[in-house]
């Protein structure tokens, strides 16, 4: 094990245990604000995400900006799209930005982003380079709350864009809210580790979020498989898949 990598895998705690193996278009939520989700027009929001699956980068980034199609626009100091490569092999997504990612306007730039830079090093990666980092929600929910589900349905369309301008060969999603977002259902992070998963045809990995793994220490070692299981997947390898 080199230096480096030894020095990386001390920082996420795992060290010397783990090794790897083999014109803009503003669009707003038909409706005021809060009226999303089950209780919105159906055919609005139809008509609201049919629209952004065709927006550009440019059109994405001033339509987020101006978003205001749940709650979550009151409290925000801005939205916070991603950050990244934009041609990446890698996309992970997160839940949603929190104190520091709001005022900064970038993703995972708090205790828990230095975390997932970590991560990231551990298996030969670096942010934006070959890599994009985004979350299922793009404006902080009030004291870093889970978002609620109508705040994740409200954001879906602009995740999805994303990911297709983005066209990524791995996703992996941090944390339950992420993978609930992609995956469009209830599910619980122990069932699906180690799992090929899918989005739209994209393999999808899920893993624990930075910020649990600070609270909870022992599941680094959980979180460290998951990051050799996804860059076999990345890889080419072919662990079974699941749905």
């Not at 989700?37 to 609201?48: E, H």
């Not at 801005?78 to 992970?92: I, N, S, T």
Request: glycine fraction near 8%; aromatic fraction near 4%.
């Amino acid at each position: 094990m080199s230096r480096r990598r030894d020095s990386v895998l001390r920082e996420m705690g795992l060290a010397p245990l783990w090794k790897l193996r083999a014109p803009a278009i503003a669009i707003e939520a038909t409706g005021t604000v809060g009226q999303v989700g089950a209780s919105a027009d159906p055919s609005g929001q139809a008509d609201r995400a049919a629209a952004i699956a065709a927006m550009d980068w440019d059109e994405l980034r001033a339509s987020v900006a101006g978003c205001r199609a749940c709650e979550l626009c009151r409290a925000r100091r801005q939205a916070v799209l991603g950050v990244g490569d934009l041609h990446p092999d890698w996309l992970f997504v997160g839940e949603g930005p929190g104190a520091e990612e709001d005022a900064r306007g970038e993703p995972f730039v708090g205790q828990a982003g230095r975390l997932l830079d970590a991560m990231l090093a551990a298996i030969g990666l670096r942010r934006g380079e070959g890599v994009y980092i985004a979350n299922a929600v793009k404006c902080r929910p009030p004291d870093n709350r889970t978002p609620s589900p109508d705040e994740i349905v409200a954001c879906r369309p602009y995740l999805a864009r994303q990911i297709e301008l983005l066209a990524p060969r791995l996703i992996v999603a941090l944390g339950r809210p992420a993978a609930q977002t992609l995956l469009d259902r209830e599910v619980k992070i122990a069932a699906l580790r180690g799992k090929r998963l899918d989005y739209r045809g994209t393999p999808l990995v899920v893993t624990y979020h930075p910020a649990y793994l600070l609270r909870n220490l022992n599941d680094k070692a959980r979180a460290w498989e998951d990051l050799c299981f996804a860059r076999a997947v990345q890889r080419g390898a072919n662990p079974q898949a699941s749905q």
